[in-house]
């Protein structure tokens, strides 16, 4: 019974270019929520989507980023032009439902590297 | 505006002896909260949670208890091993989807 599945583990980009991750939930979620971690930090709330759909991005950047969980395929999480304070582990979440004790499990995530 | 932190950033404790991990919340609605283990270079894997309408909950070698008077919740690590060195996050969810997680502490385990 595979986890959250994440991809790449790490990633480096050159400013200016663009970052794609995945995310492949747990079997027989259809919750996915992305967070963003900076070094010695917690986990900071990004996206919350269900398939085809974009729930809450409240803690999404207005520009540059955006996510997307197609109805076939995994997530993704989009950054374009990428700045050196992109740099940061991407975490995916997924749970069963939506009801607040409806656990988030967590990817093993992905470390973005901005030069 | 409101928040999940946590008492101390560093805990050290010896091998064998037990560990307890504070965590101050302020926001009176929350009513659900998750104990979260990381490990480095890790996603935050979890360990136990406990909803607002209890005071403690047992798992195995851990207890979460729940202060809702003081705004307070606590992780307790029985017989800490050295494999339980980590930084644990405490969260909480105020109805829905959004989990705010606070600062983290980090736990050495001294052999």
């Known amino acids: 019974n595979a986890g959250v599945m994440q991809n790449p583990r790490h990633l480096v980009r050159r400013r200016g270019q663009e970052a794609r991750l995945r995310c492949s939930p747990m079997?027989?979620?259809?919750?996915v929520y992305w967070y963003r971690q900076l070094p010695e930090e917690g986990l900071k709330f990004m996206v919350y989507l269900q398939k085809e759909n974009i729930i809450d991005e409240s803690g999404m950047p207005k520009e540059r980023f955006s996510a997307e969980f197609p109805k076939e395929g995994p997530s993704i999480l989009r950054i374009q032009q990428v700045v050196r304070g992109d740099s940061a582990a991407y975490f995916c979440?997924?749970?069963?439902?939506?009801?607040?004790?409806?656990?988030?499990?967590f990817g093993p995530g992905t470390r973005l590297t901005v030069l | 505006g409101e928040s999940v932190g946590l008492h101390l950033p560093t805990l050290s404790v010896q091998e064998g002896d037990n560990s307890i991990i504070n965590c101050a919340y302020s926001?009176?609605?929350?009513?659900?909260f998750i104990w979260y283990k990381q490990e480095s270079g890790k996603g935050p894997q979890f360990i136990i949670d406990i909803r607002s309408n209890m005071d403690k909950r047992q798992g195995q070698r851990v207890t979460v208890l729940l202060n809702k008077t003081v705004k307070h919740l606590s992780l307790q690590i029985a017989a800490t091993q050295p494999g339980d060195s980590a930084v644990y996050f405490c969260a909480e969810n105020t109805g829905g989807f959004k989990t705010i997680f606070g600062a983290g502490t980090r736990l050495f385990v001294k052999a």
């Open positions: 926001n009176s609605a929350s009513d659900y």
């Open positions: 979440a997924s749970s069963l439902g939506q009801g607040s004790t409806d656990t988030q499990y």
């Open positions: 079997k027989g979620h259809s919750h």
